[in-house]
């Protein structure tokens, strides 16, 4: 099956531009998620959608950070405008549920989008 | 929230020798996965484990989880170039992904 698409792969701007971030899931899978990487960190998740739902966006910095999956499918995520501390790659994944435990996912990752603010 | 303390941050080994990095939780989780994310990559799930105790094997991977439901351990047998990667454990209280918290990697280099 194709994998989590992401683009742009890559995006440097100056600080106070704006960004956006498109991402194609796996086909079928109704959650996608939004994480931020920056580097020599593990991912943190910023906003999880359920179909075209928002199911927690508790750590999306909602000042200048948008996201959102209009129809149920692809999602794209905004930064305006950008800090020099979003420097980060920006990582989409999708999941469904397993069926040994119900209540786990396991996520595929997109390749990621790495951002540079200049 | 959730903190994990993954060791060591990074480790240089030869090749064809055996790997242990582990992960510790401040809580309990009922979910433990280790991804390995490879430059330019997202990361790639390896191994999951689901329950209390249990040892699991991908390969020349193994990864358990810990009786106590705070920590958990990866190991790599005989390391191959191929190897070479960042290795991150994450760890999930209910087993939502929701809760998932990464920890913050081993880096794995692997001399010829």
């Known amino acids: 099956e194709a994998g989590v698409a992401q683009s742009p792969r890559y995006k440097i701007i100056e600080k106070r531009q704006s960004v956006a971030f498109w991402c194609n899931p796996i086909?079928?899978?109704?959650?996608l998620y939004w994480y931020q990487q920056i580097l020599g960190q593990g991912p943190k998740l910023l906003i999880q959608?359920?179909?075209?739902?928002?199911?927690?966006d508790s750590q999306l910095p909602k000042d200048r950070f948008s996201a959102e999956r209009l129809k149920g499918v692809d999602s794209t995520l905004k930064i305006q405008p950008a800090k020099l501390e979003d420097s980060a790659v920006y990582l989409c994944?999708?999941?469904?549920?397993?069926?040994?435990?119900?209540?786990?996912?396991?996520?595929?990752f997109g390749a990621g989008s790495r951002l540079t603010v200049l | 929230g959730q903190q994990l303390n993954q060791s060591p941050q990074s480790m240089f080994i030869q090749e064809g020798e055996d790997v242990s990095m582990n992960c510790t939780s401040s809580?309990?989780?009922?979910?433990w996965l280790w991804y390995k994310q490879d430059p330019g990559e997202g990361p790639v799930l390896l191994i999951a484990l689901y329950k209390a105790g249990e040892l699991t094997s991908n390969g020349r991977l193994t990864a358990q989880f810990g009786t106590t439901r705070k920590d958990s351990f990866l190991n790599i047998s005989a390391s191959i170039p191929s190897d070479v990667g960042i290795y991150f454990c994450a760890g999930s209280p209910s087993g939502s992904a929701r809760q998932l918290t990464f920890g913050s990697g081993t880096q794995l280099t692997v001399l010829p």
């Open positions: 809580s309990i989780f009922n979910t």
């Open positions: 959608f359920q179909n075209n739902g928002v199911v927690d």
């Open positions: 086909s079928g899978h109704a959650t």
């Open positions: 994944a999708s999941s469904s549920p397993t069926t040994r435990n119900s209540g786990a996912n396991v996520l595929t």
